[in-house]
């Protein structure tokens, strides 16, 4: 694990596509990169936290809330690589969410 990094949030989200409920948390560093922590549950009871980041998955080691200048830390783990259809769903959701201008938009309780 590295150290934790300063980020700012921007926007928070939950759908749900196929068999997965789908949580992102977009958030954006001092030099503008934008990365998306995510949590998805499928339908078998499983539950995964991923960091996605110019195109990469990674584990998400920590995420230690605020700093004193109101910056989320976060611990980025090493790359992983989820199950095809949760990849899949992972980044439609994010694909949809980055066409949105909400902060907070709750797809699924719409439907």
Known sequence: ???????NGLSHHRTVIGDFVIYGHEYVDVNGVHSWH???????????DYWLTLGEFHS?????MYNAKGENLFVIGPIVEPEKMEREALIDAITRWESKSNRYIDEAAMS
């Open 1 to 7: 694990m590295g150290e934790p990094i300063p980020l």
């Open 38 to 48: 995510t949590t998805s549950h499928s339908s078998l009871g499983k539950v995964h």
């Open 60 to 64: 998400l080691g920590a995420h230690y």
